[in-house]
């Protein structure tokens, strides 16, 4: 399991910008995607962006254009760069780590999870 640590959040007007940051602790096995995801009240997760060692991303349609992440595989960190922020991203972002060993049926390892409250 991989320890993730998440930074940034908090609360913005619409139409701003917010970073994340996440670091994972040196893990025993590769990582090979990191990314994040959210999840508001009343409300499945959902997927947010994703990064993989190769610089492979995936976003989902809500916030292509808007989001971008970024990641540094030598430090094993993973940056999402949220602008125009809109009032239905406010939810709690979760930082998430798969390595070589996680099993399809895993999600791998999750981050507390950091609040980005999106006023209007």
């Known amino acids: 399991q991989v320890h993730l640590v998440e930074s940034g959040g908090g609360l913005v007007q619409a139409g701003g910008s917010l970073g994340l940051s996440c670091a994972a602790s040196?893990?025993?096995?590769?990582?090979?995607?990191m990314g994040w995801y959210r999840q508001a009240p009343g409300k499945q997760r959902e997927l947010v962006a994703t990064i993989s060692r190769s610089g492979i991303t995936n976003y989902a349609e809500s916030v292509k254009g808007r989001f971008t992440i970024s990641g540094d595989s030598a430090k094993d960190t993973v940056a999402l760069q949220m602008g125009d922020l809109k009032p239905e991203d406010t939810a709690v972002y979760y930082c998430?780590?798969?390595?070589?060993?996680?099993?399809?049926?895993?999600?791998?390892?999750w981050g507390q999870g950091i609040q980005v409250t999106v006023s209007s």
């Open positions: 040196k893990s025993t096995f590769l990582i090979n995607v």
């Open positions: 998430n780590a798969r390595t070589i060993t996680t099993p399809l049926h895993s999600g791998g390892s």
